[in-house]
């Protein structure tokens, strides 16, 4: 008796999880349906045909349709046209704020190198000076030349032929190669991997305690200031306040566990054909975010 | 009479535990319970009301945790930046968590509260240990290891967070075990906690079953990649070693595999006895915290 419960009701649970994969791949459907109609009854429709059955899977979703496009932005039809950064711009200066760092955290397998090089050229022609591209294969940093030159690629499509005019700085892997105690006034891409997590926290740890064995500090010196000061020496990345992530997973997969304290994050189901109306809906609902820091 | 209250599950709720059950389920569960002052607000109560109904609302999930067999649940109860609040607040929470949590202690779960707490703080304390360690000469600084780093956090005796819930709707962490749901599933529910129910539990934990796979091979691909930095950090040291004690001659690598075994041996006993004494230390903390609290 007991085994044919636990049977059926691990027929039931396989069960429940296929439902849930077919209320996501609805949903998937509907939202490129909803982005092609684009009209307020499509999506008046969707919501009430499918809030009754459990948004489990897609709370985000939810959200995008709660939220709706905003009504000033005009979505890119066509991704390459020469007066692309100057619309980027004005749709930045709509955005109640922006990241000062943003952190593209691709949680999918095989990553497509056009689509991500899109969001980031995006990222800089809105206002973000700082974006960092993270997978936790670390396969962005195996390739970060193909992932530089898919980037400027994709900047001259938007920008036209003064592209090449706005500069990026592009840091990969190890140590800045310049110490920057100045913001730099260039946008800059940091590709980052695993390395730059955990790892990067237990060099800081073995540097300190290095010098305690060569009896230059005590074990008493150190504090979190001291720490947050050598994480910065050596790889200077500043705090992400928003993190995009795109794929299913529900992780940060060792994304800077140290850096994210106070990051927003916000997921997108994909980063396969993401538009650029998708990335303005991140950001938009990151300037409602509110930080109480506290109190 | 217990705390957390012993009250059976409805019908429906005991089948859709029983089908949740049927499925991989998380052994240690994290709960960022925000929203206690919005619910206050919201219901135009005092907010050492929302709170009573928060401390309420943790007993009741701690009872669904108990019937769904999850043995290990940690809560942020209280962090360093929320002494920034007004102090009749701060006096007001501090006097309600010594009441309940006086009666938490006659529960046979393992319940965690994190208490004027921070992770940065945290993990620099662990530093703090292992320089400490350094400093007594019981392991080197080239022992230092995520590995150890692990071991000397507060959270050293629980297996980390498999799911991370937080409520009201905020999607940050807050400083909340950074170190230790770096490979977790992170579940943001737009409900307040109060008003948290035994369906936003089993929505939280359904999603960690859809994650489940790919987490777990997140997880073990970074194992792996722990595995081999330990490795080649240990054949680095011995490679200098032999370097010292040649003078020059280049080892062969049958020498180079002894000397490598022996060396991790080594380093694994050195850090046993480390962390044996770091243990020692903080129970002799507690043990004269105690002493001192009943002298008072």
Redesign the interface.
């Known amino acids: 008796m007991r085994t044919r419960?636990?049977l059926m009701?691990?027929l039931?649970?396989r069960l429940?999880?296929i439902l849930?994969h077919v209320n996501r791949a609805l949903f998937s459907w509907l939202h490129v349906r909803i982005q092609s109609w684009k009209g307020r009854l499509w999506e008046r429709a969707a919501t009430v045909l499918l809030l009754p059955i459990?948004l489990?899977?897609f709370?985000d979703f939810q959200n995008n349709l709660n939220h709706g496009p905003d009504a000033n932005v005009k979505p890119i039809t066509e991704k390459r046209t020469g007066g692309g950064r100057s619309r980027c711009l004005s749709d930045g200066k709509f955005l109640k704020k922006i990241p000062v760092h943003i952190g593209l955290l691709v949680?999918e397998e095989e990553p497509s190198y056009p689509d991500i090089a899109n969001v980031v050229v995006w990222c800089m022609a809105v206002g973000i000076s700082y974006v960092s591209v993270y997978d936790?294969?670390g396969v962005f940093q195996k390739n970060n030349s193909r992932l530089l030159e898919e980037i400027k690629r994709q900047q001259q499509d938007l920008l036209g032929v003064d592209g090449s005019m706005h500069s990026v700085e592009f840091l990969s892997g190890g140590s800045d190669q310049h110490q920057h105690n100045v913001v730099s006034c260039r946008p800059t891409v940091r590709v980052l991997s695993?390395d730059d997590?955990?790892?990067s926290?237990?060099h800081?740890?073995?540097q300190?305690?290095?010098s305690?064995?060569n009896k230059e500090r005590?074990?008493?010196d150190?504090?979190?200031s001291?720490?947050?000061l050598l994480l910065r020496e050596s790889k200077n990345i500043p705090d992400p306040e928003l993190v995009v992530k795109f794929g299913?997973?529900?992780?940060?997969?060792?994304?800077l566990?140290?850096h994210?304290?106070?990051?927003?994050?916000?997921s997108l189901p994909s980063h396969r054909n993401v538009s650029y109306e998708d990335l303005l809906g991140a950001l938009q609902r990151y300037g409602a975010?509110q930080?109480r820091?506290?109190? | 009479m217990s705390w957390i209250k012993e009250g059976e599950l409805s019908l429906l709720e005991k089948i859709s535990a029983?089908?949740?059950?049927?499925?991989p389920m998380p052994k240690h569960v994290a709960f960022i319970m925000d929203g206690n002052r919005r619910f206050a607000r919201k219901k135009n109560m005092e907010r050492q009301e929302g709170h009573m109904q928060g401390f309420n609302k943790l007993a009741e999930t701690l009872r669904w945790c108990k019937h769904l067999n999850i043995p290990e649940v940690t809560v942020y109860a209280f962090?360093?930046?929320?002494?920034?609040?007004t102090e009749d607040e701060v006096d007001g929470l501090m006097e309600l968590a010594r009441q309940k949590f006086e009666r938490l202690l006659e529960e046979q779960c393992f319940v965690n509260v994190c208490f004027a707490y921070?992770?940065?703080?945290e993990?620099?304390n662990a530093?703090?240990?292992?320089?400490?360690g350094?400093?007594q000469g019981l392991i080197?600084?080239?022992d230092?290891?995520?590995a150890l780093?692990s071991e000397c956090l507060y959270s050293n005796n629980s297996p980390n967070p498999d799911l991370l819930i937080r409520t009201s709707g905020?999607?940050?962490?807050?400083?909340f075990l950074?170190?230790q749901?770096?490979?977790?599933?992170?579940?943001?529910?737009?409900v307040l906690w109060p008003e948290y129910s035994f369906w936003n539990l089993c929505?939280a934990i359904?999603?960690y079953?859809?994650?489940h796979k790919?987490?777990q091979k997140?997880r073990d691909?970074?194992r792996e990649?722990q595995a081999l930095?330990q490795l080649e950090a240990d054949r680095a040291c011995v490679a200098e070693l032999l370097q010292h004690h040649s003078n020059g001659k280049p080892a062969d690598s049958q020498r180079r595999q002894e000397a490598l075994l022996h060396y991790t041996a080594c380093r694994e006993e050195r850090v046993r006895d480390f962390l044996e004494a770091l243990k020692h230390k903080r129970d002799s903390f507690f043990s004269d915290l105690c002493s001192e609290s009943l002298l008072a």
């Open positions: 419960m636990a009701y691990s039931l649970w429940l999880l849930v459990s489990v899977g709370p949680a936790n294969h695993p997590g955990k790892q926290i237990v800081v740890a073995q300190l305690c290095r305690v064995e005590s074990f008493k150190i504090n979190v001291m720490l947050d299913p997973v529900n992780s940060t997969l060792g994304f566990p140290w994210i304290r106070l990051t927003e994050f916000i975010c930080q820091l506290g109190q | 029983n089908i949740l059950k049927a499925g962090s360093i930046e929320n002494f920034k609040r921070t992770s940065r703080y993990i620099t530093v703090r240990e292992m320089a400490w350094v400093e080197k600084g080239s230092v290891s995520e780093l905020e999607v940050r962490l807050s400083d950074l170190w749901t770096s490979h977790s599933c992170l579940v943001f529910q737009s929505e359904l999603q079953q859809l994650n790919s987490i997140a691909l970074h990649h930095q």
